[in-house]
């Protein structure tokens, strides 16, 4: 670096003027030299030259002080910063250097992008310091372990309705699938597992937080306690008849794949439904199926172990009768189920006092005993009770007891006989 009339000159060429001035001196020969600064002795020779036409400052690096051959004109600069701050203002340096590429045709590198928003005073991007935590091998085959949660965010901003986005990732390839719902329940949670099965097959385990849809917040009953067993919630039922393991987290940060998948898809996928002008959750979903295989290609990492774990759905399994909602209901005298504020009839004879109801993800709802579906109906809302209508308070009516009555015969006898007690 130039500074007035004195030139700062770096470690190296201090080195070189040293070696040079061996040289000139006749202390050391060209092909030494050459030796010792990684040069030819041709390039020793050039470099001799021009220390006796302008002395030692002739050894400093001729593209001191000048702008690199590569420097970005300042309106393409200015460009991108305007830009920026109309579309993308609120993007990190990376997504934003995608985009800038995609959709504007401007070929930028992230890093580039990074310092000219922080010599223009964008700092939002920063990461913040992280604790410390303890870092899990990855599973070494697909289907081993896969995470699943559920994230409430505002992923359609205030264009559309709120929703959650059911999301599963792979622990050992970190292959992503995903669904958006109006709710995080235990419909959307079997409906959103049953995609992923057929899109991948069943995996041994699932990675899952101890909300209520998939851990029962129950106290065991008698019989549970007595048989050694815990309550279950409709979806680990579901998960125990398709022969799945069920692990619960203890902290957000054990289940840390899909935690920070969640949170690049809170600031990536986000971005990308609002370029994509998204407003419903179906354009949304369908949507998830183009950016998701994108997304897989890009992020996910091989599996230690070829193999894939993930089991075949097997044939003939009913699967729309294990991933449902069942409920245990009694079968009344007159062969009618009150379930949900309803009242059914059931039109086959059934022996027993119960029946199971089952609610289907599609909406459906069945009736089931002993392996058997019924018959039913739905009874019609029944009339409310009318209650007697009630008299208007008024002037109330003394009822006066007749000159002969009893009770006026007795008064009289009793007021005699004080009478005669008085005068004796």
Known sequence: MASGDKIIMSVKELRRVHVIHQVMEKKMRQVEAGVLLGVTDRQVRRL???VRAEGDDGLVHRGRGKSSNRVIDERVKARVL???????????PTLAAEKLSEREGIDLSDETLRLWLLAAGVTHFQRRKRPHRQWRVRKAHRGELVQMDGSHHAWLEDRGPACVL????????????ARFYEYEGTIPAMDSFRRYIQR????MTVYLDKHSTYKSPAAPTIEEQLEGRKPQSQFERAMS???????HANSPQAKGRIERLFKTFQDRLIKEIRLAGIDTIAAANRFLGRYLPIYSRRFSIPAANSADWHQPIPEGLEWERILCIKTERALRKDFTVAHNGRLYQVDDTVRTAGVTVEERVDGRMYLRHQGKTLRYHAIPARSPRVRPATKLPGKPHIVRPAADHPWRQRILVSQKTAEDIMVT
């Open 241 to 247: 008849e398709l022969g799945v393991a069920v692990m």
């Open 48 to 50: 001799l030259k021009r």
């Open 82 to 92: 305007r830009v920026y701050g109309a579309s993308y203002a609120d993007f990190g």
């Open 200 to 203: 991948y097959g069943i995996p």
């Open 166 to 177: 059911m999301g599963y990732i792979d622990d050992a390839s970190g292959r992503v699938f």
